[in-house]
């Protein structure tokens, strides 16, 4: 009898064991596939405005954690919270029609014009030996605060602290630690300079 009821308890922990494994394998893969399931979008985006992509798959775990139909309060739109105003001006240097707003919610195009955005800021901030704080902080609080916070800042290290909103410092410390510290998937070597177009 002890025999059988040890075989029994056995089997009950092996059924158990094998759930738990079953349900972590569901749970990571889940997380993998929302995480990569945009790779395609992030990859062509990047590609058409040189950025890295790690940059905008970072950039996009901050502003949506991946989620394309996020609606931001202030009007964001999408994985990577593009505002209609900056929209309107991809739009405009793309000679292509403004995107509504169910547009915008479209991964490739969302992805795009946030891509075309940050770009931007990037080739902005090209002439700091490290552009990338920079522009993450335009992105997030507009060209005229990251243009007051630079001033007088030698590099990105002063310039973080120069930062005057608590928020936009913490977006741009969350970005560049996925981005460069490769949480998001990402190698954990872009240290440097990040290429745009």
């Keep these: 009898m002890r025999g059988r009821l040890l075989r029994l308890t056995w089997s009950a922990l092996a059924w158990d064991l094998g759930i738990a494994v079953a ?102 901030w090209s002439g700091r030996p490290d552009p990338v704080p920079f522009a993450l902080a335009e992105y997030n609080a507009g060209l005229s605060n990251a243009d007051r916070w630079a001033r007088n800042a030698t590099n990105a290290l002063e310039f973080r602290e120069r930062i005057g909103y608590p928020t936009t410092r913490k977006y741009v410390d969350d970005i560049l630690a996925r981005y460069r510290g490769g949480a998001s998937g990402g190698s954990g070597r872009n240290s440097g300079k990040t290429e745009a177009r």
């Design 23 to 124: 349900m972590i394998a569901i749970g990571l893969g889940a997380l993998y596939w929302r995480v990569h399931r945009f790779d395609g979008a992030i990859w062509a985006a990047g590609t058409a405005y040189g950025v890295d992509p790690e940059l905008l798959r970072a950039m996009i775990w901050r502003e949506s954690r991946f989620d394309p139909g996020a609606l931001g309060k202030a009007g964001e739109i999408g994985l990577m919270q593009v505002t209609p105003g900056a929209a309107a001006e991809w739009a405009a240097a793309e000679s292509r029609s403004r995107p509504t707003r169910q547009e915008l919610l479209d991964p490739k195009t969302n992805t795009r014009a946030g891509a075309w955005y940050i770009g931007r800021a990037i080739r902005r």
